[in-house]
């Protein structure tokens, strides 16, 4: 009870006419730079920075936080409509948003990807508000072991990710694995596959990686074959964006696992969304009992990762608030930003500044609500895009991955890096070698090679510390099941195939 | 959403000319006129982080007693190589200043072939902030004091630090040579995964700034037992420095200090000096760095020469005694 008195505590900061219009303005800066490809919330969050210097610590924190936010739901939008993600974690949602859009229901994909992004957001603010303090001191409790048996999962789990061959994908994977390996090794701070270039002696940018495959490669499948996307010429009613009954029952629980998956990675500092959105669609993947529809415009592959993909930019809260332990560079920007108003995060900040700390939280809801009212009739204003002639269109999407890469480190090479990207994807995408693994082996593979090191450092080079943890040892069994199971379902397949019907 | 369009637009606008950086002709106005345009300052780090802040915090003040705004520009990357290299590339005319700090010193003699000297290709012109690291400890271990720690875990000791290279990597190195040769040192990512760590107690000690960790100390999630400065800090004037705690010869303090390019006119670095000073010398500013950890303290160039000097060689010396190979 004492928790809703201080929630309603929390409304009253957070429905102050300035608190709504702080808040109003993060949320809709950050859609729209979240349908920008490329332009992502690190960037805008950094140039938002100085400007909360001088307002009230409550309103600069709800701006911030609604950009981050905020972004989240746009990056979906490109991802369907153009198969240019708005940004990483959104690099899935092509996947199936894409084809969606290219039967004519773009509309309903981008409803979806709103609802679940909602759904999702909720589900984690929910967690936020009733169990903070205990979730957060289990997600602390995770060592560097049970980084890497959760990664050992992801990464299984991930081999669905292929559409064609599994050889194809798991060559991605590999290349995705070995190119997270370039730049400066955690553990002995050597150099390697730097090629004495010192923009790569932080690694390979992901927003680099990500907007190349996936955004400058499809530019230059469409303009190669002249296969643009194109909007219907009729106007989009209302009616049209519904989703079929099909579509809901599709949608219902892939929307709960995602936002759950959502949640539970986004707790867990240094994982951050992609890894969220990711896991989500490969799990839909592995539990959809028609698996082949995927990569056809499956309801359940955009619903999932999109509500995993709000869910864990909301659940990082949950650590940079009770304990001070910002999960990524985006939440330690704003942490930050708090201390430079004598504001110091941490167990005590729910106590001795309980009006900030029920403020933002109830500040996210309202955000959430916003982003909701605002979207959904964005939606048709979206979907016209696709009525730009692709000549002119094109260009500007190009300039504004430019922009978006530039600006994350003001590295220039990093935009040249994104062209090499974008021509290796076309030709990845020419000979049937999927994108998607590459980009999951690039983003896990570092923090599996630095956790599986470190946890042996910890155990003085025992293997057992990976069975003798518990955390580690559930997800290494929940590993060997899903292994099991898929072997057990191959061989069945391949049975029936064996016999055919008399 | 009228307003918003407009917003977005100015942002990008921003980002835009942030990427353009004026390397046009200074006009004709000699150094007399100086400054006739904002000054771009280069900070190596990402935004947020303590040599951005402080610089900010600074900036603003520092900007309104020359008349012209500071830009500052995070260049991150490579260990400040990348901000060191962008700064070559802007005249000698005082419109474009970095920030070095102390690891610049460490890089010297980390990095086997620099794209660049600092010595021949840049000038000081004033510290701006300095700061402590702190050792930690878990309160739940028990461990009030160094010497109770190292009878207790001797040989087994475990310190986290952020990565390999850093100050606070290396100032591990050098506790380790004085005080604990067997000790483990163990990276992380970044101070959060230290502080992570710590809390989680799968190390028994962390080094790391005040500043980064002040809000788990203040919140009595982690326990200062030693303060790596030569003399106690104010913040903490209960915990000891390294001297009281037994270990002679363990000093270490971080700096940030701005930086031109050689053969700036030094009319142009007497009067960023002087107006520096008196913008640290503020009650405003000194209690804002306070806050967050930091003392705000000007000093000559010369002087500044010798302590960057001294510190080269001071890292040298712990580079080679922990067999670190230059890269």
């Given amino acids: 009870m004492e928790t809703l008195s201080l929630l309603s505590m929390g409304f009253e900061q957070a429905l102050t006419p300035e608190a709504l219009l702080f808040c109003f303005i993060g949320v809709s800066l950050g859609t729209f730079i979240g349908v920008l490809p490329g332009i992502g919330s690190l960037t805008t969050i950094a140039l938002c920075l100085p400007l909360t210097f001088h307002l009230e610590p409550l309103l600069g924190l709800i701006m911030l936080a609604g950009i981050f936010y905020g972004a989240q739901y746009g990056s979906s939008t490109a991802s369907i409509l153009l198969n240019v993600p ?317 922009i978006g890469v530039y600006s994350v480190n003001n590295n220039s090479t990093d935009v040249l890096l994104t062209l090499v990207f974008g021509i290796m994807g076309f030709y990845f995408n020419r000979h049937g070698f999927p994108s998607a693994p590459l980009l999951l082996g690039f983003v896990l593979g570092p923090l599996m090679e630095e956790n599986f090191r470190r946890a042996l450092v910890l155990s003085d080079s025992s293997l057992a510390t990976f069975v003798d943890r518990p955390i580690s040892a559930a997800f290494l069994a929940m590993t060997a099941v899903l292994l099991v199971f898929s072997f057990r379902r191959k061989a069945t397949l391949t049975d029936d195939k064996a016999q055919p019907a008399p | 959403m009228i307003t918003v369009l407009r917003l977005f637009t100015l942002m990008l606008l921003a980002a835009f000319m942030a990427g353009c950086n004026s390397e046009d002709n200074v006009s004709a106005g000699g150094v007399d006129a100086w400054p006739e345009k904002p000054v771009r300052v280069i900070i190596p780090f990402g935004p947020g982080g303590l040599a951005d802040v402080t610089m900010r915090l600074a900036g603003e003040p520092l900007g309104e007693l020359l008349g012209e705004r500071l830009v500052m520009e995070n260049r991150p990357g490579a260990g400040g190589v990348a901000a060191t290299t962008t700064m070559l590339n802007a005249d000698a005319d005082g419109y474009t200043l970095i920030v070095l700090t102390n690891g610049t010193t460490i890089a010297e003699s980390l990095f086997d072939d620099l794209p660049y000297n600092i010595t021949e290709d840049l000038v000081p012109v004033s510290a701006v902030a300095w700061f402590d690291l702190v050792l930690l400890v878990n309160p739940d271990s028990g461990y009030k004091d160094l010497q109770a720690l190292l009878e207790a875990r001797g040989d087994n000791l475990r310190i986290a630090t952020i990565n390999p290279g850093s100050t606070q990597n290396l100032s591990a190195e050098l506790f380790k040579s004085l005080a604990s040769n067997s000790a483990t040192i163990i990276p992380y990512r970044t101070t959060p995964d230290v502080l992570g760590a710590l809390l989680r107690g799968e190390v028994d000690l962390a080094i790391d700034a005040y500043t980064a960790l002040k809000g788990a100390i203040d919140n009595n999630q982690v326990t200062p037992i030693v303060v790596t400065g030569e003399v106690r800090n104010p913040a903490m004037p209960d915990i000891p420095t390294a001297v009281e705690a037994g270990i002679t010869e363990f000093f270490v303090t971080g700096w940030n200090a701005l930086y031109a390019r050689k053969g700036t006119d030094p009319a142009i670095i007497n009067r960023l000096n002087t107006n520096i000073a008196s913008v640290l010398a503020t009650d405003d500013i000194r209690t804002r760095f306070a806050e967050l950890g930091v003392e705000a303290h000007a000093n000559t160039p010369q002087e500044m020469q010798q302590r960057f000097l001294s510190d080269i060689e001071k890292w040298r010396r712990v580079i080679e005694a922990a067999g670190i190979d230059p890269l």
């Fill in chain 1, 86 to 402: 708005g940004s990483a974690p959104a690099a899935i949602t092509c996947l199936d948003g894409y084809p969606m859009s290219r039967q004519g229901r773009a509309g309903i994909a981008l409803f979806i990807t709103t609802i679940a992004s909602f759904t999702g957001g909720s589900f984690a603010i929910l967690l936020l508000i009733f169990f903070a303090p205990v979730l957060a001191d289990f997600a602390i409790s995770f060592s560097a072991a049970d980084y890497f048996s959760i990664m050992v999962l992801a990464l299984t789990a991930a081999s669905t990710l292929s559409v064609g061959s599994p050889l194809k994908g798991l060559a991605m994977v590999s290349l995705g694995l070995l190119m997270g390996m370039v730049g400066t090794d955690i553990n002995s701070g050597q150099f390697r596959y730097t090629f004495g270039i010192p923009a790569l002696a932080d690694g390979i940018n992901l927003v680099a990686l990500a907007m190349g495959l996936f955004g400058v490669a499809e530019i230059l499948n469409n303009l190669t074959e002249g296969n643009v996307p194109q909007a219907g010429k009729e106007k989009i009613t209302f009616r049209q964006m519904l989703p079929t009954p099909d579509d809901w029952k599709a949608f219902r629980f892939s929307c709960l696992r995602g936002s759950f998956i959502g949640s539970f990675i986004g707790m867990l500092p240094g994982t951050g969304p992609t890894i969220a959105t990711f896991m989500a669609y490969a799990g839909e993947k592995k539990l959809s009992k028609n698996p082949e529809k995927f990569g056809h415009g499956a309801v359940e592959g955009i619903s999932a990762p999109e509500a995993a993909n709000n869910a864990s930019v909301q659940a990082a809260f949950i650590p940079t608030l009770t304990l001070g332990v910002p999960g990524d560079a985006i939440m330690a920007v704003m942490l930050g930003g708090l201390l430079i108003h004598g504001i110091t995060p941490g167990p005590q900040l729910v106590t001795t500044d309980a009006a900030l700390f029920w403020g933002v939280v109830a500040s996210f809801w309202i955000g959430n609500i916003i982003l909701l009212i605002l979207n959904l009739p964005m939606i048709g204003l979206w979907v016209k895009l696709l009525s730009i002639p692709y000549r002119f269109l094109f260009p500007a999407v190009l300039f504004l991955i430019c």
